[in-house]
């Protein structure tokens, strides 16, 4: 029972950690842990297995969270209809 309530424990304090990051770092993080856990399996508990697996799993995880940031910032509404879309910076008055 000790076992579980540290584990649950450690993984409150991550996921309290991750709240400020972006969408890029939290999926490079997830990505990396997912990985591991499935090189580990697939591996049947090899170290090299691990390793090679939280590195591809950083990098998929890398590459959806660069996609989800660019997905938000250029879908959000500052950046469609407010600074950037009043004519000045899209050559109206020149």
């Known amino acids: 029972m ?11 304090v991550s996921a309290t950690a991750l709240v400020g990051c972006t969408n890029t770092e939290v999926g490079t993080t997830t990505g990396a842990a997912a990985g591991a856990g499935i090189g580990y399996a697939v591996s049947g508990g090899s170290a090299l297995g691990t390793v090679i697996g939280a590195g591809a799993g950083g990098l998929i995880g890398n590459s959806i969270g660069q996609d ?18 009043n004519g000045y910076y899209r050559n109206y008055y020149h």
């Open 2 to 12: 000790k076992k579980i309530i540290t584990t649950v424990f450690c993984l409150g």
């Open 68 to 85: 989800q940031d660019r997905r938000a910032y250029y879908g959000n509404r500052y950046y469609r209809g407010g600074y950037y879309n």
